[in-house]
Each structure stands twice: as structure tokens, then as C-alpha cells.
């Protein structure tokens, strides 16, 4: 599987939107990006995914690079309860291989 | 309730122990994963299955097995505990493109 790299850590205020970057030079055509995030004391939780368009959900956007080698994770207004760590994951397979992610604080 | 549960949530033991973490799920999806956690860094895949009859090794799957006794159950197993398998455990089930973990089970090897 391709290999993902995130900054180790961000800054956000809170009602403010927040955005989570990603690179993956190396993405293959049929990889899919995926986003999950890990509250403290929690099992990851899927966020969201997708292959070459842009997606939305109610809990984030997801924006892709023409190119595909990078991504976006869009939070369009950070909570407090979003302070997490973000993992940004290509798969095609269904495995995920989890990196160490962006610790996302959230400062009220 | 809770879609994917683990047992136990905490387990203490001793280096040579014989240990047993169990997972269930209620979503009705036969995929599923274990995976292990250490402290600062992501998952780790230890096992997946994609059925009853079909297991898979992961990355990291020496000292480890597992037992799939039907579709919603699935078993982790250290034969013989070693202090370096003292991390944080996850189960997870997959459908389509979306896994969903349980809670965790939290190991200690003295």
C-alpha cells in the first residue's frame, strides 16, 4: 500500500474551520483515500473516503488534488469534541495501514 | 449497545501465560480485523478474516493466532504472553468502505 504523510500535529480555534492535509505521491490508480480519526480513549472512527471527487458528509469534506497526490480533510467548523488524531490511509484492499496520523488540538 | 464489543476491556498477566481477547458484533458484516496500538503510534494489523473459513496474517502476526467461531465472533489468542505484547487491542468489522471499531481491550504482560 501507498504510503501517506501528514504533519504530526496541528493548532485550531474552535468554530473555526480546520484543514488537515495529506500527501500521497505515490497513490496507485485504484487507491482509495481514507480518513479516520481517534478520540482519546476511543477506537478510530471513520470520518470519510473517496477515490477522485470531492466528497461531503456531515461530518467533513473531503477535497483531492487533481493529481490526486494530496488531500485535504475539511472540518468546516472545529468543536472541542474534534481534538483527535487524524489518520489519512490509501487502501484498495480494505486493509488499512494505519501511520502515526495529526494530532488535531482544539483551543476554546 | 454497543455494534462491536471486545473482552475483557483490561487484562493483566504474566510473561508464558496463555491469553484469550474476544470480540463480537452485532452489524451482520463478515469481514473482520484485529489490530494493536503502542503508545504514540497507529494501528498495527495482526489478523483480518473475511469469513468464517478465510484468515489472513497481517503485519504483524508472529506470536499471535486467531479463532473465527462463527460470523460475529472473532478470537484473538497469545499462546504464550511476552511482556513486548503489552499494548492496546482493536476489533473492527468492515462494510463496504467504512471499518467500525469496538472499544479496545487494554493488555499488560509482566
Known amino acids: 500500500d501507498a504510503k501517506t504523510t501528514q504533519p504530526n500535529s496541528m493548532e485550531s480555534n474552535e468554530e473555526e474551520p480546520v484543514h488537515l492535509p495529506c500527501n500521497h505521491s505515490?497513490?496507485?490508480?485504484?487507491?482509495?483515500i481514507h480518513w479516520y480519526r481517534q478520540l482519546p480513549s476511543q477506537g478510530p472512527e471513520y470520518v470519510i473516503h473517496?477515490?477522485?471527487s470531492n466528497v461531503n458528509n456531515r461530518m467533513a469534506s473531503l477535497a483531492i488534488a487533481e493529481d490526486r497526490k494530496s488531500s485535504t480533510l475539511i472540518l468546516h467548523r472545529a468543536t472541542l469534541r474534534d481534538a483527535a488524531v487524524y489518520y489519512c490511509?490509501?487502501?484498495?484492499?480494505?486493509?488499512?495501514?494505519f501511520g502515526q496520523g495529526t494530532t488535531l488540538q482544539v483551543k476554546p | 449497545d454497543a455494534d462491536v464489543t471486545q473482552t475483557p476491556r483490561n487484562r493483566i498477566t504474566k510473561t508464558g501465560k496463555r491469553i484469550m481477547l474476544e470480540c463480537s458484533q452485532t452489524?451482520?458484516?463478515?469481514?473482520m480485523y484485529w489490530y494493536r496500538q503502542d503508545p504514540g503510534l497507529g494501528l498495527r494489523l495482526i489478523y483480518y478474516?473475511?469469513?468464517?473459513?478465510?484468515?489472513n496474517k497481517g503485519e504483524i502476526s508472529d506470536g499471535y493466532s486467531v479463532s473465527r467461531q462463527a460470523q460475529a465472533k472473532f478470537s484473538l489468542s497469545l499462546e504464550s504472553a511476552i511482556p513486548n505484547q503489552t499494548a492496546l487491542y482493536f476489533c473492527?468489522?468492515?462494510?463496504?468502505?467504512?471499518?467500525?471499531f469496538g472499544p479496545g481491550t487494554r493488555l499488560t504482560v509482566l
Open positions: 452489524k451482520g458484516h463478515d469481514r
Open positions: 473517496g477515490l477522485t
Open positions: 473492527a468489522t468492515r462494510s463496504y468502505n467504512e471499518q467500525f
Open positions: 478474516s473475511f469469513d468464517v473459513k478465510d484468515i
Open positions: 490511509i490509501l487502501s484498495n484492499t480494505g486493509k488499512l495501514i
Open positions: 505515490t497513490i496507485s490508480g485504484t487507491d482509495y
